[in-house]
């Protein structure tokens, strides 16, 4: 891990020290991509049994997993997982409903009444990776919202193994949490279908989920296309900082880089400390602990670009954090939640020892996919209003219009509107008013 | 206008009575915005004047509008027009206030504390477009937000009239409403600077605004780079769907269709009705009206490409509109509200007859910025949510850990993420428990 003490660098060293892997998006990724997009869209369920034998090395037969394969996986799956997909489910439930919007209803004048009323996005698309591992906890996190959302039709694509078969463990979580159908898609292959249809898969109007490098660039170009479907944000590696204090507990400290580490050899761990001691402990125990992990090699790779930055205090600490703004930031400082008033930019922060960020992960009840790369600067991460559209209504009644109308003409009137002025004074005109 | 038994049409007929111009993002355009960018990355504040001069035909000395100039503006505006920008700039905020996500904290388990805190983006940018009219109604509707949010540096860009000043009621609003600076500038040029930074112009997380088709095209661009900017929503020309009953008065919905095609020839106009005599009336009507504007030439272009639609009944009515999903949707029946329930998809609705479409785009309080193009399917106007960042937190007491420990452990395993799990159990082993 690279050490780097921050008061020493110039401001052009700083920002570099900061700098995540280059996301730019190659030539060739995006030529590929529109390659698949276009197959699919002219080619249909034929383009996407070629893809996925190409890509995934499967055979498929049936593009929608079938019931016989849901109860297959159910019944294949250990008792002690299926009451953590529900015991997960459960508390990532109660927060999202807590943090659900509202209908809101307010008069701003004596007859005008102003709401803003909710509704769920018709169809939606999640994607599920399955790269090293399949991820069942990303079809928990992008389901349970959709689910309270009241989406009328949630459609789940996750690549087949070799086999032709989805993980069981994705298939229980999405059956679980209310997902209506599945496909054993990955890759661009899959955004192209849930964004433009297929016979198979319903076009759907706003597509969620991580992916690897293929499935963002899809995602982008879908977003960007009119005819295309919405999306939840752009997405980059994994990442976390650490801020911790010399009374910080070493062990707890480089379990947590390391559990970021382990993603993939693009993932980024960054710890900041105002203490040089601990930066050195937390070294030492990141190597012992990693020695040990089954995926070493991988966390490896990561930690040999990722930093340990010595700061003054910890309230330069929290500025260095909302320079990098990262996905996950991990507060270990005594009266950790002191800090949390200045955190400006951060996907989801973990406060105090006893918070490993592999709690928000699956089950603290909090959303996983979160903003990377610093999108954490103007994105949130996905919640039920990421499901949802908020509409805006305003009712008039004659008084309302007396009070508003006179507003609006001047208005009108100075942006050289006049059907939006006379729209106005045809109506006070009825109710035997002239302005 | 066109008229059209929505009875009579095959699937496919339905599809193209409801198509909207194409949006396709032409390759020429593409490029050009593209060569636009990277010229003003490249050159910075020289490219920008240079742009300015080629396409706002002004020579710009400072890019920056100074004190002077607002006071100049102020001083000009008539107060008339300045009492009725403050009036709806507090209705406005009224329902923007009202409207405003609020703080989250639940207890998903014993010890296990969720939250869900708000930070407003730190620097956002405003365009606000001045093609054939300046419009300061719509930095009304992209400051007032940004002001409640909190933004510390909130940029507007508005384009320079040929005298190489901007116009004094954008001037005026701006400052009104709380925008820290604004700059003399239009297009995709406005955008590279907000999106990129230049010498004068600071870079922006997140821009908004309605623009022409390069401003659309450049937001896109930004947005779709990692390096770049968020943007608010892709935008489409102005649209409106207006359902009347046979009771409605023929001169207001005449009067509504008027004011939205009066935007541009490429708005976009659907009255759709159960009453063939009512679809008459209003037909006659508005060649009446349209008669009288001084943009009726406009006017008239975006009628030729509007329609007229019979349905069955007010249910079918709503059905092809939610088809639609119009940016503006207006609901002229009796008993107006009892639609409002089968609204799926809409930017904003105006319900009953004293509630013309004007009234929201200047001062109900409602926002004005609304998805266009059927983006209303997937997306939401802009709102106070638009200028934040929605941050989770999660703190966990040793009790907390031992209650959800388990099931992280659990999914970690499942998923083959070792060092995942080993963040919860060194914890977990340090309080004395063993899984």
């Known amino acids: 891990m690279k050490r780097i003490d921050w008061n020493t660098l110039t401001e052009a060293e700083r920002t570099a020290a ?12 995006r030529r590929g991509v529109e390659q698949i997009i276009a197959t699919v869209r002219a080619e249909g369920d034929a383009a996407l049994r070629e893809l996925s034998a190409r890509y995934d090395h499967c055979a498929l037969d049936a593009i929608e997993v079938n019931d016989a394969e849901f109860a297959a996986a159910e019944a294949r799956l250990a008792p002690e997982l299926k009451a953590a997909i529900r015991e997960a489910a459960a508390r990532i439930e109660a927060f999202h409903r807590a943090a659900a919007p509202q209908p809101v209803g307010v008069n701003t004048a004596v007859g005008v009444r102003v709401e803003r009323v909710l509704r769920p996005i018709h169809r939606v698309g999640l994607y599920v990776p399955a790269g090293t591992a399949p991820l069942p906890s990303t079809a928990l996190m992008l389901g349970v919202p959709a689910h309270i959302a009241g989406c009328r039709e949630v459609v789940l694509c996750s690549p087949a193994r070799a086999d032709g078969h989805c993980d069981d463990a994705v298939l229980f979580t999405a059956r679980t949490v209310g997902v209506h159908r599945v496909f054993k898609l990955g890759g661009a292959q899959a955004i ?35 005819d ?47 203490s040089a001691a601990l930066l050195d402990t937390v070294a030492a125990e990141v190597d012992r602990q990693c020695a040990e992990l089954p995926r070493g090699a991988i966390a490896e790779q990561a930690l040999a670009q990722s930093r340990l ?32 008033d200045g955190v400006e930019s951060a996907g989801s922060v973990f406060v105090g020892a006893w918070t490993p960020e592999s709690v928000g992960d699956y089950c603290s009840g909090s959303n996983h996919v979160l903003p990377t790369y610093g999108y954490a600067r103007s994105y949130s991460g996905v919640s039920v209003a990421s499901y949802q559209k908020q509409i805006t209504v305003q009712e008039l009644d004659p008084n309302g219009l007396r009070a508003i109308g006179p507003c609006t003409a001047t208005l009108a009137a100075a942006e050289q509107l006049e059907a939006h002025r006379r729209a106005v004074t045809v109506r006070l005109e009825a109710l035997g008013t002239r302005l």
């Open 18 to 29: 900061l700098a995540r892997p280059a996301q730019a998006r190659a030539d060739s990724l």
């Open 309 to 340: 930055i010595q700061v003054q205090s910890l309230t330069q600490a929290v500025q260095v954090s909302n320079r990098y703004a990262p996905e996950h930031l991990i507060l270990q400082v005594n009266g950790a939640r002191d800090l949390l």
């Open 228 to 274: 295309g479907a919405a999306i939840d944000m752009p997405a980059g590696p994994s990442e976390v900082l650490v801020i911790a204090d010399a009374d910080a507990n070493p062990v707890f400290v480089a379990a947590d880089l390391l559990s970021q580490a382990e993603h993939g050899p693009d993932s980024q761990v960054i710890l900041v400390s105002p």
């Open 192 to 226: 192209a279908a849930m964004a433009y249809g297929t016979e198979s898969v319903p076009r759907c109007d706003k597509l969620f989920g991580p992916g690897n490098a293929w499935v963002t660039e899809a995602k982008l170009q879908v977003s960007g296309d009119p």
